[in-house]
């Protein structure tokens, strides 16, 4: 059990989990790991691409980033060198209540100087939701200027994790999550009565850094499944995300690590 407890638990060499106290810990670690993985790669190949999470739990590290929470943080991000994509886009207009679109311009798009050509959203206002997928599969060759066999590069993907162990629109016992080739597919979700839009898992693995933000009390037994139990990911398909050449983080709250089998030789003290 990690009830009361935060730190850093290695599981192997590319993959870490951090747990933080509680929602507000969790936001801020998402920005912290955000601003200092941007820095850093604006300054090592002069742009810095990432993948978007839609979900309330990425909204407070949205907040953080554009400065509403806490000081200002905008001056302290190369802003114009920074290019925001989707890992997912439900099947509305951009100015539908449930468009993650919409979610990120209100917390961080419209309160920091990006400019307009670096938001690459998914057009989810297309009739077709496959062609929407199409086109978003045509923009990522177009920018990242890959061949058909070499899958695009983020510098981070940011994830959440439902419930029932689903991530990006990566939904159990849908065909989604069997694609192989192409980079962007949709999918009718019964769930939600309503088309999906996502990146693939092949997509979301080659990413060069890939954080999980997991909380609540009601994800610990997906979460437990997902680190430490079989590898089911007909049934939890955030287990296809794994980086092989990059690195994975899991950012966890208490209550979402409350199950975690903890290793108490493999934990080292948090921030």
């Keep these: 059990m990690i009830v009361g407890q935060t730190g850093t638990i290695m599981t192997r060499s590319n993959v870490e989990i951090k747990v933080v106290a509680g929602p507000d810990e969790l936001s801020e670690a998402g920005a912290a790991e955000f ?4 820095r850093r ?6 742009s810095f691409t990432v993948a978007l999470s839609g979900g309330s739990t990425p909204r407070g590290l949205y907040e953080r980033l554009s400065g509403e929470s806490g ?3 905008q001056t302290k991000l190369p802003w114009k060198k920074i290019h925001f994509f989707w890992g997912d ?3 509305v207009p951009p100015h539908h209540p449930d468009s993650n679109y919409r979610m990120a311009v209100e917390s961080l798009i419209s309160k920091v ?3 307009r050509q670096n938001v690459h959203r998914i057009k989810g206002e297309l009739p077709d939701a496959a062609k929407a997928a199409e086109e978003y599969e045509l923009e990522l060759r177009s920018f990242f200027e890959s061949s058909a066999e070499q899958l695009p590069r983020f510098d981070l993907v940011l994830l ?6 689903h991530t990006a629109s990566l939904f159990p ?4 999550i069997q694609e192989q080739t192409r980079w962007v597919v949709s999918e009718w979700v019964e769930k939600s009565n309503a088309f999906r839009i996502t990146l693939t898992a092949p997509v979301l693995s080659n990413a060069s850094r890939v954080i999980f933000l997991v909380g609540g009390k009601e994800k610990a037994q997906t979460l437990q499944e997902i680190l430490q139990g079989d590898y089911r990911p ?8 794994r980086p092989i050449h990059g690195e994975l983080l899991w950012l966890v709250d208490r209550a979402a690590a409350s199950l975690l089998r903890l290793d108490h030789g493999n934990q080292s003290t948090g921030r």
């Design 35 to 38: 601003r200092s993985l941007a």
């Design 41 to 46: 790669t604006v300054q090592e190949k002069g």
């Design 89 to 91: 886009e439900r099947h």
């Design 71 to 73: 000081a200002s943080l």
């Design 113 to 115: 100087p990006l400019p």
């Design 160 to 165: 959440g994790l439902g419930s029932d162990g």
């Design 173 to 176: 016992g849908t065909g989604a």
């Design 234 to 241: 007909e049934l939890f398909p955030a287990q296809l995300v």
